[in-house]
């Protein structure tokens, strides 16, 4: 009967010492597991790059005015002071509605057009708790072109004054210097410039890049390539343009980023400088041009902000 006990006190002794190990290991275990998300912050300096949108997104809360500005292509010549004496322009107002949604209206010069987007995060690029090697966002935009007929030199409807645009945008920052992003993207033109009242699609992948050369000034790089359709008619159409190409710097002082830069890209609505840019790097059509803008915060601040940290 005593060895019954005995063995019974060194089993149950055993299985005490095993239980409080695994409890320890437990703890151990959980101590070694990151118990908070870390978000990426400033893949790119602005919501734009040049052009193309970027992965960031206006701060939660926040109102930002835009000013992008083209002059006119250096081909011009000097009568012409190198484009400076001409210019296109987009005002934009762009407003943070929350961490994952941002939504902007704008007005250009270029065909007179109004546009409104937004912009929607699916995932963000993260390390810690939850581990995301890159973000993605939906962008959707609506533009419609009011110039009057008798500048057109055709009847237009309503209807046939919209482009529709809708893009991916998939990113990521590798280092504190170097990131890159793709967005595929599908153009609807319910009218082209020279096609009449025929609508238009158009597949196009854009690809830009930021290396970052000091704290304040950092190196973008964009290029638009558009994919040919096989439609006579709309190769036709596809024929008259040019592939968007910008470079450019950003330039952040006080909290503001001011992009100096140059692209063969006028106008400043995706429709425009996806499917309808003109200028060509080979003969001197080029423009310089900028983007300014000014921030205000209409709502409380909310932490982890997408904005340029």
């Keep these: 009967m005593k060895k019954i006990i005995f063995t019974f006190c060194l089993i149950a002794n055993g299985l005490t010492v095993f239980f409080a190990q695994a409890q320890d290991l ?73 961490q994952w949604l941002m939504v902007g209206v704008g007005r250009s010069t270029y065909e007179k057009t109004y546009d409104a987007f ?7 690029q993260s390390t810690g708790a939850r581990n995301m090697p890159v973000s993605v966002l939906y962008f959707g935009s609506v533009a419609v072109n009011t110039l009057r007929e008798d ?49 238009d699609n158009l597949l196009a992948l854009g690809l830009a890049g930021r290396i970052k050369l000091s704290k304040r000034v950092a190196f973008n790089a964009e290029y638009v390539h558009r994919f040919a359709p096989t439609d006579a008619v709309a190769r036709r159409e596809f024929d008259r343009y040019r592939n968007a190409l910008s470079v450019g710097f950003d330039i952040e002082t006080g909290g503001h980023v001011f ?34 803008t000014r921030n205000f915060q209409l709502g409380k601040k909310a932490g982890g902000s997408l904005k340029m940290n």
């Excluded at 106008?267 to 310089?288: C, H, L, S, Y």
């Design 26 to 98: 437990d703890k151990l275990l959980d101590e070694s597991q990151p118990k908070t998300t870390d978000y990426t912050k400033a893949t790119f300096k602005s919501s734009r790059v040049v052009n193309l949108h970027s992965v960031e997104k206006v701060a939660p809360g926040a109102l930002e005015f835009r000013i992008s500005h083209r002059f006119g292509q250096l081909n011009g010549g000097a009568y012409q002071l190198w484009g400076l004496d001409q210019a296109t322009i987009r005002l934009g107002l762009d407003y943070g509605i929350n």
């Design 259 to 292: 992009q100096l830069h140059f692209t063969n890209a006028q106008p400043m609505i995706e429709k425009g400088f996806i499917a309808e840019t003109t200028g060509d790097w080979g003969n001197g059509g080029v423009a310089f041009g900028f983007n300014i």
């Design 151 to 199: 500048i057109l030199g055709r009847e237009m409807d309503f209807q046939n004054r919209l482009a529709y645009v809708n893009q991916l945008i998939i990113g990521r920052k590798f280092s504190e210097r170097f990131s890159l992003q793709a967005s595929p993207t599908y153009v609807l033109r319910n009218s082209t410039p020279q096609g009449g009242n025929r609508a």
């Design 118 to 124: 937004v912009k929607l995060n699916f995932t963000r």
